[in-house]
């Protein structure tokens, strides 16, 4: 695209996690690395005791020992007992889902809708780069942005305070005027997350599979000290994956794939689909799922069952396992 659109999203999950020892306690939870500097974003995840992939989230510092913690809207509980199980008594946590909603704008005029918006602000990539974070104090618009995206475009998140999010919007409405501001919503976002390649939480990433297996060997710090699961993690990748996370474009026009459609090989199931869409920008149908290692290589062809026929596909896209230093090889 050449424009910008603005998505609303209520359900978006968040909490402020703060406390002397805050950070050095959420470093022992995920196998990633922490933002360092205030005004950072870094998307982390976390492991189950066994070492498969638990938790997707993104965690923002605006503070020494004060994070912003946001996930998918269907893991707020599921995060919160998570996270509940071993916290410090010194650290605190809070649940602001239900007081701040969710403004996304995305494309490639966001920084000049921005600048638009609020032009006391610097919201070049230098101002405002890629995974940061700052607070917006203004009357019509009181938010934490974030300049993120899970579309793969240049985007940024206002998390608005409800009681301003009626004229916050008004205004972006207002600024987008210049820019034919457009408007999306969650289906135009999962189609432009399946042509980049972005997991999506209990569909792609789900706990019968490791970070390895899931194609997130990066975010494996294995310089880290302690994190939840890392022993068991360390003992699985002594033996070679069961199954490996593909991207998949299928031969068809009229069908898209499902979570659970079955992918073959060779008259035989090597794997199932996670998840799956019509990727509208480059005219592709795309899928998602793990497959057995050796149908994992790119230009792999396989055929997936879509409404009881079988759609012949091809592996574009596809993260092998290096068991000599546990790391991704491309």
Sequence with gaps: TTGVGLMEISGFNRYEIRGAGAERWL???????????????????????????????????????????????????????????????????????????????????????MACFSPDRDW????MPWLSTRSLDRVDCDAVVMCLSYSGETAFELHVPNPGLRECYRRLRQAGQ????????????????LEKGYRHWKSDLITEFNPFASGLGYFVKWDKAHFR??????????????????????????????????????SSVVGSVTSGGWGARIDQNIAMGFVEPQYASVNTSVGVWV????????????????????????
């Design 27 to 113: 470093d022992t939870q995920f196998c990633s690395r922490l933002p360092k500097k205030m005004g950072q974003i870094a998307l982390v995840y976390g492991l189950t005791d066994s070492g498969n992939v638990a938790v997707e989230a993104t965690i923002a510092r605006v503070d020494e020992d004060r994070f912003w913690y946001g996930s998918a809207a269907a893991a707020e509980l599921h995060d919160w007992d998570w996270l509940q199980r071993d916290k410090p008594d010194a650290v605190s946590m809070t649940a602001l889902t239900d007081e701040f909603t969710t403004l996304v704008v995305a494309g490639p005029k966001a920084r000049p809708l």
């Design 307 to 330: 409404l009881g026929e079988e759609i012949p596909a091809k592996v574009t896209s596809a993260c092998l396992f290096d068991p000599d230093n546990m790391r991704l090889r491309a």
């Design 124 to 127: 070049s990539t230098q101002g």
């Design 178 to 193: 210049a820019y034919d501001l457009t408007l999306f919503g969650l289906y135009a976002t999962d189609s432009m997350r």
């Design 229 to 266: 699961g890392r022993e068991a993690l360390a003992a699985m990748c002594e033996q070679p994956p069961r199954r490996q996370f593909v991207t998949m474009v299928l031969e068809s026009e009229d069908v898209v794939a499902h979570a659970g459609d079955s992918i073959v090989a060779d």
